[in-house]
């Protein structure tokens, strides 16, 4: 038992989330039921990045204020991820004062111990990673500077600006991502630290001029500028979690901090987060968790590209939050690019959960109603399907302490199939008394239930419910095993889709 604190990036509320966002989100709620479940105090949040340029134009266009637009996509985001089921503790929003108060006090801490300085700046901008590139870093088009993710030209930029000194942070930064393994998995550390090497570390221009952008937390120190946002943003880790407000909750969660963030923010989430929180004397997060895109015909998807999923569409198919969000997690993959197709989706579904899970759920409890009435009674689960269940909690165990969510799933699922083989095996309805098999069957659904759970709230619970057992920590001591079953109902929990 201990603490736990898990976050996701927040979000830019410019457009509501798509699945490229649901992806990082149901993934960060996994693990944060995960932990719930196995015991820990977790504190799970997400949220919206609610400034910038980004922010102020999207809001421009519409004929809005940028608070009316932020107001009502925060909403948006909410009442998506109440779709996804998604259990954060707390939804963060930097438009909330507690958080400017946090950014107030690092810019004024980082400017007294002599890390901003104000001098000029020019370069390329991408408003819709608000982020300069410098020349290797963007791609060109008809020979003009375009934004490699985006595929959209940059925009150049001449200001007076404040700096902070990243470049101080070099040395601090190599050490750490050579011998700390906060950074998971290890090669996204070893990509910071080949470009840090090759190019230096260079300070970075951490404030606008108001005139330009004025939708931001005002520099503390000079009110013609506004803090840019992404030094703003990264600050709302901290200010979540009590920072400078409640330092008992604060100290209770941070060091068990883990954020995940997908590979386009790695930059800011290393060399710019990393050295912010030295600067600030606060320790650095236990763990960066990284992960790669869902891509759709080669393209990341995003708005930019205009391949974007709808989440509603995908709720739509897929029943409700937990076909989807089971698809999500199978296919999650830290190190590789995922190509997203209804065809993929489809056969996840029926196959895994229609035809495995689903099916076992229906054919057991139809049989304990028929067979037995209802009730299931034994002492002990037969060996043929002691052995593996208790070798897949193991596996579940080691896979979801690694975020090996897919894998995790994957195990239950080969446990599930041999449930499935056995009943076809023992053919339980040409007995007297299945009561053994079915008490047998029972327990094992039990167990792959209560792991499915995290990637599954919500069917994981009508399976409980119907079945007749808890959700409850499937590791304690001693072992809670249950010697009846009363089962309600023989769901049918996944419709198939027909193809
Ligand atoms: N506001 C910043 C984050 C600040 S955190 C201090 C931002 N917001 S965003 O709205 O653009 O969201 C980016 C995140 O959404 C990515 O890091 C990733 O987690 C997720 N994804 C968006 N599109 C995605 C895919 N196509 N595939 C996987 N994840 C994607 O950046």
């Not at 050490?175 to 990509?191: G, H, K, M, T």
Request: with cysteine; proline share 5%.
């Amino acid at each position: 038992m201990g603490s736990f604190y898990i976050t996701t990036p927040i979000y830019y509320p410019n457009a509501p989330p798509h699945i490229g966002h649901a992806y990082t989100t149901v993934f960060a709620d996994t693990i944060a039921r995960y932990h719930r479940l196995i015991g820990d105090e977790v504190f799970f949040m997400t949220g919206t990045d609610e400034h910038g340029l980004k922010l102020q134009r999207a809001a421009e266009k519409m004929g809005i204020s940028p608070e009316e637009l932020v107001d009502k996509m925060a909403e948006k985001y909410k009442w998506y991820w109440s779709l996804l089921d998604i259990s954060y503790d707390h939804f963060i929003r930097t438009t909330h004062d507690y958080h400017e108060r946090v950014v107030k006090y690092a810019m004024n801490k980082l400017y007294q111990d002599g890390l901003i300085y104000k001098a000029s700046y020019a370069g390329w901008y991408c408003v819709s990673c608000e982020k300069f590139y410098s020349p290797g870093e963007y791609i060109e088009v008809d020979g003009k500077p375009y934004c490699p993710i985006h595929r959209k030209p940059l925009e150049w930029l001449e200001e007076e600006t404040y700096y902070f000194k990243l470049s101080e942070f070099e040395d601090f930064m190599k050490d750490v991502l050579r011998n700390r393994r906060i950074v998971y998995p290890e090669s996204y550390a070893q990509e910071i630290l080949g470009k840090i090497e090759k190019d230096g570390l260079h300070d970075v221009s951490i404030a606008r001029p108001k005139e330009r952008v004025w939708w931001g937390i005002e520099v503390p120190f000079d009110p013609d500028y506004t803090v840019y946002v992404w030094f703003d943003a990264l600050l709302n880790y901290l200010s979540g979690i009590g920072y400078l407000e409640d330092m008992d909750k604060f100290h209770k969660y941070w060091p068990e901090v883990h954020h995940v963030i997908g590979k386009d923010i790695l930059w800011f989430h290393t060399a710019v987060w990393f050295s912010i929180l030295k600067a600030l004397d606060v320790p650095l997060p236990k763990k960066l968790l990284v992960h790669a895109f869902l891509i759709n015909r080669g393209l990341k998807i995003g708005k930019s590209a205009g391949n974007v999923i709808a989440i509603e569409d995908l709720i739509d198919r897929y029943q409700d939050s937990s076909g989807v969000r089971y698809i999500l997690m199978r296919l999650f993959n830290m190190a590789k690019d995922i190509e997203v197709t209804t065809e993929l989706f489809d056969s996840i579904y029926n196959s895994e959960l229609a035809d495995t899970y689903g099916n076992l759920v229906r054919r057991v409890g139809v049989l304990v109603k028929k067979k037995l009435e209802g009730t299931a009674e034994g002492e002990e689960i037969d060996e043929e399907l002691e052995k593996p269940l208790r070798e897949t909690l193991r596996i579940y165990r080691e896979a979801m302490d690694e975020y090996d969510v897919s894998k995790a799933l994957t195990a239950i699922m080969d446990l599930l199939r041999r449930a499935n083989a056995y009943i076809n095996e023992k053919r339980p309805w040409e007995k007297q008394d299945p009561s053994k098999e079915l008490y047998t069957l029972l327990e094992t659904i039990k167990y792959s239930t209560i792991m499915l759970y995290p990637a599954i709230p919500r069917a994981a619970q009508k399976t409980a419910d119907a079945l007749g057992y808890k959700i409850t920590n499937p590791y304690q001591e001693p072992p809670s095993t249950q010697k009846k079953y009363e089962v309600k109902q023989a769901l049918i929990l996944f419709k198939k889709i027909k193809v």
